[in-house]
């Protein structure tokens, strides 16, 4: 029988483990779960007899890879993949695919949630600012990006973005301004939401240099990766600038230096939770699903991300 394993640290609500497993049996297969698992050698049990498994930010590292021995394919419930080893996966022709889009919405929702709650004190009950009529600069202009770009016009915002990748009139026919560099949308924008993936190129590159540029009461929102930004250089202008703010989903591995100095301008959720709705985990599980079948029955290779 053919296996699916959900192996999610984090795991998916209830509704959407139904829509996957009625996906899964739909096609003949058998699903397997390991949800909230706490130590690495329960992953490289559970991964033992999978032919497919389905993963959120769980670690896909060449020892989990290695230790499915009947892997044909790796689904990433969500956009990022910078958490499995491509390049042990395909060395063992294991196809890796992520789901692009299907969380988008959710994790949107988050970063002006956090521009609210930031703007309004935190809710303290004192008179804070709004939104509407602010700058915001939307970097790297993806699915998460151009949700950002609709709702924040919703709220009034004038709305920059910057993506090398994305043509100008992509972005200029959504009614956002397109800046040709980077440094214009720091510089233009007093809230910059970051959107851009965890890799070689980005790792630590929203620097000193880059933050200094941002307008007075500048804030920093990350529903990204923690990875890309170089955090000494982060504390730096702290210390330095007592109007810049720093919202993430993704809090720096040296938060305490934070929230012991700077406790007033800096918000991070627990847990990573930009795409914890119920809605995202329907979408993004039953899309991995439907493609491990896809792939398993057709060779439908539509979504690969190690090619
Ligand atoms: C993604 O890359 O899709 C988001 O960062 C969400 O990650 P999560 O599935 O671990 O919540």
Known sequence: ????????????????????????????????????????????????????????SDKADKDVIDAGQNLKIIVRAGAGYDNVDLQAATNKGIV??????QNSNAVAELALGMMTYYARGFFNGK???????????????GWVGKNVARIAKGFGMNVYAFDPFIPKEEIEKDDVKWVATVEELYKACQYISLHIPANAQTKGSINHALLSLMPKKGVLVNTARAEVI??????????????????????????????????????????KMGAQTSEANVNAGIAAAKQIVAFLRNGDKTFQVNK
Do not use: W
Request: proline letters at 4%.
């Open 1 to 56: 029988m053919t296996n699916v394993l959900i192996a999610t640290d984090k795991p998916f609500a209830p509704v959407a483990v139904k829509g996957i497993r009625e996906v899964v049996e739909e096609a003949g297969f058998e699903l397997g779960l390991l949800e909230g698992y706490t130590s690495k050698e329960e992953l490289l049990n559970g991964v033992k007899d999978a032919d497919a498994m389905i993963i959120r």
């Open 96 to 101: 890796v695919m992520n789901t692009p889009g």
């Open 127 to 141: 008179s804070g600012t709004e939104l509407m009529g602010k700058t915001l600069g939307i970097h790297a202009y």
């Open 230 to 271: 170089d955090e000494a250089d982060l504390l730096k202008i702290f210390a330095e600038r007592d109007d810049i703010a720093y919202l993430s989903d993704v809090a720096p591995s040296n938060l305490a230096d934070f929230q012991e100095n700077y406790s007033s301008r800096i918000f991070c959720t627990p847990k």
